[in-house]
T-cell receptor
């Protein structure tokens, strides 16, 4: 089955700087790659997703890049703000949501 | 929270007792899922449902059963709780081709 590795497990960034979280996947057939943000005491919330026919997608300060050859994808957050502090999960799948495999999460802390 | 309510939000139970967690949605989505979240493991799928009375196993289904008698409700049952089932349980919903939307979780402690 699919295996998703996520790095780093913790990341501290000065407010205003950029943060990058990286994930690698094992199944070359995977074609859907969402990113979720989880705040304390809440469920994960989708922040951005990308499909394998696209190399990059942006939404304001958030971007995701995908390298299918290397089987890795990354989340980029620019101009970080205190409200960006949370745990971020990547995931990968081929087919329906029941086939989604999640990474182990990155705890991002923004230092004021 | 995409109209998802999980109950209870917290529960402490003893080893060997049965436990049922409830997920209720108001979005009329076809698919419902139960995940567990543990440190170092991310989110792992327990069971999911693709319609009323239609369910299937996920990655970590041993020791769990589910039922869906109505579109809006998906129940997760631990027939005889064990300490290894101490976890945070999340319900999620989706429609075909749409992303997962998660509830706010149930923290279960088995003593």
């Amino acid at each position: 089955g699919e295996n998703v590795e996520q790095h780093p497990s913790t990341l501290s960034v000065q407010e205003g700087d950029s943060a990058v979280i990286k994930c690698t996947y094992s199944d070359s057939a995977s074609n859907y790659f969402p990113w979720y943000k989880q705040e304390l005491g809440k469920g994960p919330q989708l922040i951005i997703d990308i499909r394998s026919n696209v190399g990059e997608k942006k939404d304001q300060r958030i971007a995701v890049t995908l390298n299918k050859t290397a089987k890795h994808f990354s989340l980029h957050i620019t101009e970080t703000q205190p409200e960006d502090s949370a745990v971020y999960f990547c995931a990968a799948s081929f087919g329906g949501n029941e086939k989604l495999t999640f990474g182990t999460g990155t705890r991002l802390t923004i230092i004021p | 929270d995409a109209g998802i309510t999980q109950s209870p939000r917290h529960k402490v139970t003893e080893t060997g007792t049965p436990v049922t967690l409830r997920c209720h949605q108001t979005e009329n989505h076809r698919y419902m899922y139960w995940y567990r979240q543990d440190p170092g493991h991310g989110l792992r799928l327990i069971h999911y449902s693709y319609g009323v009375k239609d369910t299937d196993k996920g990655e970590v289904s041993d020791g769990y059963s589910v039922s869906r008698s109505k579109t809006e409700d998906f129940l997760l049952t631990l027939e005889s709780a064990t300490s290894s089932q101490t976890s945070v349980y999340f319900c999620a919903i989706s429609d075909a081709g749409s992303p997962l939307h998660f509830g706010n979780g149930t923290r279960l402690t088995v003593t």
